[in-house]
């Protein structure tokens, strides 16, 4: 099982970026797959997450409205739509995949594969 994070930069305040996961090895649909990002002396927190029982999404207070998590099968490939950047989304974004089939696990503990990280940075 691999992930593979891409898709980040530096973006002003205000701009958008999309972030790609691609995976192999297995078939994300099905699966609960979540982004997280962990800022400089914080904890790694979950920002988006799409169910594998329903494909339900469900997004933290922080990034709702502004974010947007999504799935392309034929792609294998799991995205974060990110738009009305702020400075505080500045962090180190990783995908995620849960080993339950809902999104009820907020925490690192309950997803079992992580791709490598892909720096955001929001900034003028």
């Known amino acids: 099982v691999q992930l593979q994070a891409s898709g980040g930069g530096l973006v002003q305040p205000g701009g958008s970026l999309r972030l790609s996961c691609a995976a192999s090895g297995f078939t994300l649909l099905g699966y609960t797959i979540a982004w997280f990002r962990q800022a400089p002396g914080k904890e790694r927190e979950r920002v988006s997450c799409?169910?594998?029982?329903?494909?339900?999404?469900y997004d933290a207070e922080s990034v709702k409205g502004r974010f947007a998590i999504s799935t392309d099968g034929t792609k294998n490939t799991v995205y974060l739509e990110m738009n009305s950047l702020k400075p505080e989304d500045t962090a180190v974004y990783y995908c995620?995949?849960?080993?339950?089939?809902?999104?009820?696990?907020?925490?690192?503990?309950?997803?079992?594969?992580w791709g490598q990280g892909t720096q955001v940075t929001v900034s003028s």
């Open positions: 995620a995949v849960g080993v339950m089939d809902s999104c009820s696990g907020y925490g690192p503990t309950w997803y079992e594969y």
């Open positions: 799409i169910s594998g029982s329903d494909r339900k999404t």
